[in-house]
């Protein structure tokens, strides 16, 4: 609802508290609780039952005290029961994100296991399985002795990693937080490949 009253075009964006604020100060200005209960249900589209009214034929008979799931049903009628198609709102379909995970794990495997070697501190953002399978291998390669240029290689899974010291810091954005570690120049390759 947008601060004028007017309507909302594609391309702008409402401002949820200044539509809350334009609401309140409707709700303030409303002669009568009739008025508000009917701004109400415009705004938030909430209706009350359509059967809440019923009673029992002979209600008297039913004491006000006794829970509803002890008493007996009320007979509804058949058009209350009948879903009211104007009261209905569409229900937006959730998206499964789980191929596009997937997709793009997988893309920054193949991106690590293609690119060459590379500093550590170039990556700058990965998500939070992919920190901690790199940090895995990463621990793998400096449980083995270096050889004579300084590099240690560890094998996980289908990929050999070569790891040597940079020098300097790395820092990594996840989605948890900031990881920061020495730099390492890391090369990841399918096994076999060298």
């Known amino acids: 609802m947008p601060e004028g009253g007017g309507q909302v075009?594609?391309?702008e964006q409402p401002d949820t508290a200044a539509a809350f604020r334009h609401l309140a100060r409707r709700f303030a200005a409303a002669a009568t609780d009739a008025q508000a209960h009917e701004l109400f249900s415009a705004a938030f589209g909430l209706q009350p039952a359509r059967h809440a009214h019923l009673t029992h034929i002979d209600d008297e008979l039913?004491?006000?005290?006794?829970?509803?799931a002890e008493a007996p049903p009320v007979k509804v009628p058949p058009h209350l029961r009948k879903i009211d198609k104007d009261y209905l709102g569409?229900?937006?379909k959730v998206r499964d994100?789980?191929?596009l995970r997937r997709k793009r794990k997988a893309d920054e495997r193949r991106e690590l296991t293609d690119s060459g070697p590379i500093r550590i501190s170039t990556l700058g953002q990965l998500d939070d399985d992919t920190l901690r399978e790199l940090l895995d291998v990463i621990g793998r390669a400096l449980g083995n002795k270096p050889d004579d240029t300084g590099?240690?290689?560890a094998v996980h899974g289908h990929v050999e990693v070569s790891l040597r010291v940079a020098g300097g810091v790395a820092t990594i954005e996840t989605p948890s937080g900031t990881f920061t570690g020495p730099d390492f120049l890391i090369d990841?390759?399918?096994s076999g490949e060298r």
């Open 188 to 190: 990841v390759r399918r």
């Open 151 to 153: 590099t240690r290689t």
């Open 62 to 68: 039913i004491s006000s005290a006794r829970s509803w």
């Open 97 to 99: 994100v789980e191929p």
């Open 9 to 11: 075009t594609e391309h």
């Open 90 to 92: 569409t229900v937006g």
